[in-house]
């Protein structure tokens, strides 16, 4: 097995462990937020980075109602001076999993040099002693969910963890973080029940992916679109569910595998879409908290086994991205460990 495949079906494991870490920084974290009442909150990162940014900034929107944004490093890197109006006045957040890439470090500091303050940063870090850690206010550091592999796996779910506990801190909410633990003890039986399905699934003929996801979940179902470029080499694509229709739907076909978040909300309108999938001969396969009427046709209707707040649920939906993407991997020849032209981090020069 590869080492991308044992750290992806880890992941529950180190979970698990980022939960409790997590809760017990649940004071300093709230202090971080409360020491800009109300300044809007800016999310860099890079790459997997740049996606959990867009669930962190809607994580914190949605539960708190604070303005929050997402940004590519590497573009505030490279215009932070056009940028100083949008950011100088707020908050810092860097999700990142080795904390060195060259994009983050240097666009936090030319943020500060172009706000001509120390603008505050928190860190959500998967190792210790970083540069980014260096440069932060807080950091949150999680060494055991590290991944050795050049892609992300089990990282990428511990940093969305973190960032989900962050904003329901922020907003006293207790329903997320219960909503998340369960996700979490859900996690190894939903692994192992749909083990067998998703290897047949990837072994089928398509070329591509598509991954459809609202709200919260949708920056990590553009991760998920990632992990099938980044591991089996193949075209991966992320869009809201209903956004579907106005204009990807003419891409979809036979060759397409569609990866779909049912997560309750206007479900006659997602059947309708997913049904539309079906008909157009794509292969699909959908995830829900508790079972939801099947559509004809689907390759798999993947249940947790649990009600769940659509945040929650996004942690066993981005594992059925990985698993597909490691499968395909598997039956197309290509070693997970070894992906082409893609190293761990990027140093720049």
């Known amino acids: 097995m590869s080492r991308t495949a044992l750290e992806m079906d880890a992941q529950f494991e180190a979970l698990e462990r980022t939960f409790r870490s997590v809760l017990a920084m649940r004071g300093d974290i709230r202090r971080f937020f409360a020491s800009a009442p109300g300044a809007s909150v800016h999310y860099l990162g890079c790459g997997s980075g740049y996606a959990l940014c867009r ?8 539960r708190t109602g604070r303005p929050a944004s997402a940004w590519a490093a590497g573009d505030v890197l490279l215009h932070a001076g056009r940028y100083a109006a949008a950011m100088s006045g707020g908050l810092l957040v860097a999700p990142t999993r080795s904390g060195r890439t060259t994009e983050v470090v240097r666009a936090v500091e030319a943020v500060r040099a172009a706000a001509g303050r120390r603008v505050p940063l928190l860190s959500v870090v998967c190792a210790t002693d970083t540069p980014v850690g260096a440069l932060s ?6 060494p055991w969910a590290f991944d050795e592999s050049v892609c992300q796996t089990r990282s990428v779910s511990n940093l969305y963890l973190a960032q989900a506990l962050a904003a329901a801190f922020v907003a006293d909410d207790a329903r997320l973080p219960a909503d998340l633990q369960r996700a979490v003890a859900a996690g190894p039986g939903f692994r192992d029940r749909y083990a067998a399905a998703l290897k047949g699934i990837a072994a089928q003929d398509w070329t591509e992916a598509v991954v459809l996801a609202d709200g919260e979940a949708s920056g990590l179902a553009a991760e998920g679109a990632l992990a099938f470029l980044e591991i089996a080499g193949i075209a991966g694509r992320q869009y809201h569910v209903l956004d579907a229709r106005h204009g990807p739907m003419a891409t979809i076909g036979r060759k397409t595998l569609v990866l779909v978040l049912r997560d309750g909300e206007g ?4 059947r309708a879409l997913i049904a539309e999938t079906v008909s157009r001969g794509a292969t699909v396969v959908a995830c829900s908290g508790l079972p939801r009427t099947p559509v004809p046709g689907t390759a798999l209707e993947a249940t947790i086994g649990v ?5 929650a649920q996004a942690l066993p939906f981005l594992y059925l991205a990985q698993a597909l993407a490691v499968g395909k991997a598997e039956a197309l020849g290509i070693d997970p460990d070894r992906p082409d032209g893609i190293t761990a981090w990027v140093a720049l020069p």
């Not at 669930?55 to 949605?62: E, F, I, P, T």
């Not at 009600?307 to 945040?311: E, G």
């Open 55 to 62: 669930s962190g900034a809607r994580q914190l929107a949605v």
């Open 137 to 142: 206010d807080l950091c949150v550091e999680l």
């Open 267 to 270: 479900d006659p309108a997602v």
């Open 307 to 311: 009600a769940l707040d659509p945040a």
